[in-house]
């Protein structure tokens, strides 16, 4: 069920801080011009959803990504940024591969980590999504194993990671 209308899904001049006023109109824009007229609304943690599938939505400098899909999806798009050199140990895996100092690779993590975020919702840690292959990841805690396609792109500087489950793990929707 819906929860209250949230202040993003106010109208824009109701909406207070002007970063979230050009991104509430972006990805109005954006939706619209893709051929999506469903109504946008959040749930009560914050995500987005319409009533005709599934939206994954993501903001960096001053690129808007925008995934619509009949099967859950989440989308992240990162400008690399030192910052997460620090934080690297509170999301990554020792088993993923790359050095820990390289940032194109943290990068690419943090967005694949934050794209299966933005499906499930609260309740995931980072740690527990691990990257298996450039586009297989799991999603693995005591209670569950959830295999998930990934596709990551890089777009003028920029990591896009696009995050998708699978409900067969022999199957994939790259091979669709």
Excluded at 136 to 161: M, N, P
Aim: charged share 25%.
């Amino acid at each position: 069920m819906l929860g209250e209308s949230s202040q993003e899904s106010a109208f824009p001049n109701e909406i207070k801080l002007d970063k979230r006023r050009r991104e509430f109109a972006a990805r109005t824009l954006l939706m619209r011009a893709m051929g999506n007229t469903s109504q946008l609304d959040f749930l009560p943690n914050g995500k987005p959803v319409v009533h005709d599938g599934y939206v994954s939505f993501s903001h960096s400098s001053e690129k808007v990504v925008y995934a619509h899909s009949a099967r859950p999806v989440g989308v992240d798009i990162q400008r690399p940024h030192p910052k997460l050199i620090r934080i690297a140990s509170k999301f990554c895996n020792p088993d993923e591969g790359g050095p820990q100092s390289d940032l194109l690779h943290l990068t690419t993590l943090w967005t694949v980590k934050e794209a299966v975020f933005k499906i499930y919702g609260q309740g995931v840690n980072f740690k527990d999504v691990r990257l298996l292959t450039p586009k297989r990841a799991i999603w693995q805690t005591a209670l569950q194993s959830l295999h998930l396609d990934i596709a990551t792109f890089e777009i003028k500087g920029q990591i896009l990671s696009v995050s998708v489950p699978i409900l067969d793990p022999t199957d994939s929707i790259q091979n669709e």
